[in-house]
């Protein structure tokens, strides 16, 4: 064992304070100097992930903390809270010998603290609990307690487990007590919890070189980068190694070009690595995440966990909008074909498969959010493309027809329950528990099928006027639950190719919501609005006003429009039926239908029928 190391990760509900908590270990541990201008959540080092305030991918970091004149590194891996981005969090556990278990004061165990709690029981790691945010003022932290306490017993925890020591802390403030009524000065309690509690790393620094690829990603300077933990032996920049895929099979050989450790934020080279290291590597060009790096005697791959298999699957194709070119520089299929295996390469949550004509592709993920986190990345990297609608991935078993079934916890005010309850039984969720959680509040668990709740959280939001709390988790396959209802209400369509006009918008503002505002570019086909009957409507929004020399007091009134709806990504793709797309550039996004001629649409619709 190596004493003077840990390996710990830190995993947690969506917004529960783990990446803030992480700040104060860093600032208090002495990583930065002090005129150092740090910012907020410094281990959000993605734009989306600080534009959105959640973690997408899995880091590691690591601080030293000494202690009686011995010095201990702590390599701490920061992991994603939402259970769309679960990939990382399955992969990433694998590196560490015990878990930070972090928890809201307020709202106790959430499902996705459910879902990366039995990923890391299942390993064997022995967990701390931190409550976390108990200054919070409707903070119940007792409560929390006995919650996290039920929640390791549903998930089959084993004695040793259950006996976990309790924290209670606000990351932000940067202090953590062992009793609520200690002094809160630093976290100098966890850091010394985590010495006691986690278990050095248990390696064999004898045997030959050997590591499990657990990350990866692209270095403009060193090429494919893979990060994991070295389970066994050491290793020396220049070393001869070759990979081995989870079946035995050797992909190739290489030299170790490059060794990194963590440090802080930064990835500091290093000349040796041993056992029990966290590290990242360059110089292979095959090798990807779950391979074996190892010596070239090395004849067995080290085990690795299978990932949990997609429940969704998206359609990606190239624009062939009529504005198709106007705003990216990457418009082919080529090009797109190229990026989307390149994600599927480095991302193991993600598969990719082509089309019969190599036209189109379709990408299956974990859920809506991790698939709209693809796209956007694309976007802004110049891409243009057109995505349909998402649809579950259906299995077949004994002649039966299974679907995926979510657990969707939701917290919202008791006036707003009866709405709730009502969608998601049209949705065709069964209700397993309603409790009041105090305050006027009320929690509700429901067990729906993914289908059904395809588009429903912008729905949510209006039902609860945007103070409901939607949390969903996969649970199971089970059988088909029979046809859901999509949306009930039409399009209304562009009839013609120009810029909208204020007046003609304004005479058809009756007809329902509008998505465009004045001299917004459309064309023939482009959805423009919704209408507020269940069927579609062609409308004329480029009409202006004829201009004569009459003036009447009545019909000169000034053009007042209703802002526009604005929807976000997500909420775009799961909006549209399965006739309609979703057109992509980095400046636009357009819903359409699929055919963009009327006459083409009739005749499909008089032959369906």
Same mark, same amino acid.
């Given at each position: ?78 992991? /994603? ?7 990382? #969090? ?17 709202? $106790?165990?959430? /499902? ?5 709690? $039995?990923?890391?029981?299942?390993? *064997? ?7 976390? %945010? ?22 089959? !925890? ?10 209670? @802390? ?20 966890? +850091? ?5 509690? #986690? ?5 064999? /620094?004898?045997?030959?070189? !050997? ?24 290793? &020396? ?26 440090? *802080? ?21 095959? @090798? ?6 190892? !010596? ?12 949990? /298999?997609?429940?969704? @699957? ?5 624009? =062939? ?52 986190? +693809? ?52 949705? %065709? ?11 006027? &509040? ?23 006027? $945007?103070? *409901? #709390? ?31 006009? !204020? ?30 009957? =269940? ?7 480029? %009409?202006? &006003? ?9 019909? =000169?009134? @000034? ?24 057109? #992509?550039?980095? %400046?636009? +996004? ?20």
């Amino acid at each position: 064992m190596r004493q003077n190391l840990r390996n710990i990760a830190i995993i947690a509900h969506v917004d529960h304070g783990k990446t803030t908590l992480i700040d104060s270990l860093m600032k208090q541990s002495g990583m930065f100097r002090d005129n150092q201008k740090v910012e907020e959540c410094v281990m959000d080092s993605n734009d989306l992930e600080r534009e959105r305030g959640i973690t997408i991918l899995a880091k590691p970091t690591s601080i030293d903390w000494t202690k009686d004149g011995v010095t201990t590194r702590i390599n701490i891996i920061d992991t /994603p809270g939402h259970a769309d981005f679960g990939g990382e #969090v399955e992969r990433v556990l694998h590196m560490a010998d015990g878990v930070i278990l972090l928890t809201d004061a307020a709202e $106790g165990p959430m /499902p996705q603290t459910k879902f990366v709690l $039995g990923k890391a029981l299942k390993l *064997g790691l022995r967990p701390i609990v931190i409550i976390n %945010k108990i200054d919070r003022p409707d903070g119940r932290p007792e409560e929390v307690v006995d919650e996290v306490f039920d929640l390791f017993v549903s998930l089959d !925890a084993n004695d040793a487990q259950l006996d976990f020591p309790i924290l209670y @802390a606000s990351g932000r403030n940067g202090w953590c007590v062992r009793e609520l009524d200690d002094p809160r000065e630093n976290l100098v309690p966890l +850091l010394e919890t985590v010495l006691d509690h #986690v278990p050095a790393p248990n390696v064999h /620094p004898n045997l030959p070189f !050997a590591m499990l690829a657990t990350l990866l990603d692209s270095d403009p300077f060193l090429g494919r980068c893979l990060t994991g933990r070295v389970v066994q032996g050491s290793a &020396k920049v220049n070393d001869t190694v070759k990979a081995i895929s989870l079946d035995g099979k050797t992909i190739e050989t290489g030299r170790l070009t490059k060794l990194l450790k963590f440090e *802080g934020m930064a990835r500091v080279p290093v000349s040796e690595v041993h056992a029990g290291d966290i590290i990242c590597i360059a110089g292979l060009t095959k @090798a990807t995440v779950a391979d074996t790096i190892g !010596a070239p005697s090395l004849v067995e791959p080290i085990k690795s966990t299978p990932i949990d /298999p997609p429940t969704m @699957a998206i359609m990606i194709s190239v624009n =062939d909008s009529p504005f198709a070119g106007r705003e990216g520089a990457k418009v082919t299929s080529t090009m797109i074909r190229e990026r989307l295996m390149a994600e599927a390469e480095t991302n193991v949550a993600i598969t990719y498969k082509e089309s019969d004509g190599r036209d189109s592709f379709e990408i299956g993920g974990r859920g809506e959010l991790q698939l709209g986190v +693809l796209i956007e990345t694309m976007r802004r990297e110049g891409f243009e493309l057109t995505v349909s609608r998402p649809r579950v991935l259906f299995k077949e078993e004994n002649g039966q027809k299974l679907e995926p079934i979510e657990e969707v916890i939701i917290d919202l005010d008791e006036e707003f329950s009866s709405t709730v309850i009502d969608k998601m039984n049209r949705r %065709k969720a069964e209700m397993t528990d309603m409790r009041s959680s105090g305050a006027g &509040k009320t929690r509700v668990t429901f067990l729906a099928p993914s289908r059904g709740l395809i588009g429903y959280q912008s729905q949510f939001m209006t039902d609860t006027r $945007g103070t *409901g #709390v939607f949390n969903r988790l996969f649970h199971e396959y089970a059988p088909y639950k029979g046809d859901i209802p999509q949306r009930h209400n039409g399009a209304l369509i562009s009839t013609d190719t120009g810029e909208a006009v !204020a007046y003609a918008i304004f005479n058809l503002q009756d007809r329902g919501t509008m998505f465009i505002g004045h001299q917004t570019p459309v064309y023939q086909g482009m959805i423009v609005g919704e209408h507020n009957r =269940d069927n579609d409507l062609e409308i004329n929004v480029l %009409k202006g &006003k004829k201009l004569t020399n009459v003036r009447a007091s009545g019909s =000169d009134d @000034a053009v007042i429009l209703t802002p526009p709806r604005r929807m976000s990504l997500e909420e775009m793709m799961s909006y549209i039926n399965e006739d309609e797309l979703l057109e #992509v550039t980095p %400046k636009s +996004l357009r819903l359409r239908k699929q055919h963009l001629d009327p006459n083409q649409r009739k005749r499909l619709s008089r032959a369906s029928a």
